[in-house]
């Protein structure tokens, strides 16, 4: 994917003007001429290498930024490249992190069996292409999984951790 330059600057100015970027402005334009606010209300005048200064300014930020980038990228291909080796460890922690909700008592045994059913019959379908389902199982199914999921919202809210439902 392509952007122009000039979609590039728009975006840029648009970003420095939001309002968690612009409140840091005289902070940076502070630290960048080497004289505060209430020097320059005295008299005072910025020192003359304000671009000495705002060049190791933004090569730091470059190499900081360039860095993290190049570092989550790397470790990115590092994830696809042994997605089939590690997706077994991810499994075992989403199971852990699974038992122990169980275990805390913040998912009911009824729904953890529901779960394991569930599992159960998922696996059943990659193995064999042929599975048949009645309109009547699956209603059940729904049914369970929507009563899995109301009880995970009312354990969210009593955490306090439940965002709020949409409109629908």
């Known amino acids: ?14 970003s420095f003007l939001s309002p968690c970027v612009l409140p ?12 505060g606010v209430e020097q320059l209300q005295q008299g005072e005048q910025p020192r003359a290498r304000l671009f000495a200064s705002s060049l190791a ?5 470059s190499v900081v930024f360039i860095t993290f980038g190049a570092s989550a990228s790397a470790v990115g291909q590092f994830l696809v490249r042994n997605k089939s080796l590690l997706a077994p460890f991810a499994g075992a922690v989403i199971i852990l992190f699974g038992l122990h909700l169980i ?19 998922r696996l059943a379908a990659d193995y064999d292409p042929n599975v048949q389902v009645s309109e009547v199982e699956a209603r059940d199914q729904c049914r369970r999984a929507a009563a899995f999921v109301e009880r ?16 629908a």
């Open 1 to 14: 994917m392509e952007v122009s330059l000039l979609a590039a600057f728009v975006a840029g100015t648009i």
């Open 24 to 35: 840091l402005v005289p902070g940076y334009i502070s630290m960048l001429s080497g004289i």
């Open 57 to 61: 300014f933004v090569s730091g930020f």
């Open 103 to 121: 275990k805390s008592g913040a998912l009911e045994a009824e729904l953890s069996s529901h779960l394991v059913e569930g599992l159960d019959e």
């Open 152 to 167: 995970i919202r009312q354990y969210l809210t009593a955490q306090g951790l439940a965002m709020e439902e949409p409109d």
